[in-house]
């Protein structure tokens, strides 16, 4: 059963950090397209960036700079890492992938970014 599970969240200060894990099963996290994205209360999903199978990377302009997208190959997982973290980044943070033709969504893990 193809499946992404994230991990990592929490509470966290402005200026923290954190990093997110999406552990993929059933197929190669390598070989797929994992995006990130992110949902804060009252509002709509938010696409964060997204590491193509080649690894390439890209990000939402909000993050530039501050979040960081790598995979591991030999954990099938990738991370999102979030650095100088502000209030204005907390929500639910899901990975994302079309994995064997399907549009397979992770549980999503809380971020809360508080003094």
């Known amino acids: 059963q193809v499946q992404l599970v994230e991990s990592g969240g929490g509470l966290v200060q402005p200026g923290g950090s954190l990093r997110l894990s999406c552990a993929v099963s059933?197929?190669?996290?390598?070989?797929?397209?994992i995006a990130w994205y992110r949902q804060a209360p009252g509002k709509q999903r938010e696409w964060v960036g997204i590491?193509?199978?080649?690894?390439?990377?890209h990000y939402a302009v909000s993050v530039k700079g501050r979040f960081t997208i790598s995979r591991d190959h030999a954990k099938n997982t990738v991370y999102l890492q979030m650095n100088n973290l502000s209030p204005e980044d907390t929500a639910v943070y899901y990975c994302?992938?079309?994995?064997?033709?399907?549009?397979?969504w992770g549980q999503g893990t809380q971020v809360t970014v508080s003094s």
């Open positions: 994302n992938g079309v994995l064997l033709l399907r549009d397979v």
């Open positions: 059933g197929t190669t996290a390598s070989e797929n397209t």
């Open positions: 590491i193509t199978s080649t690894s390439s990377t």
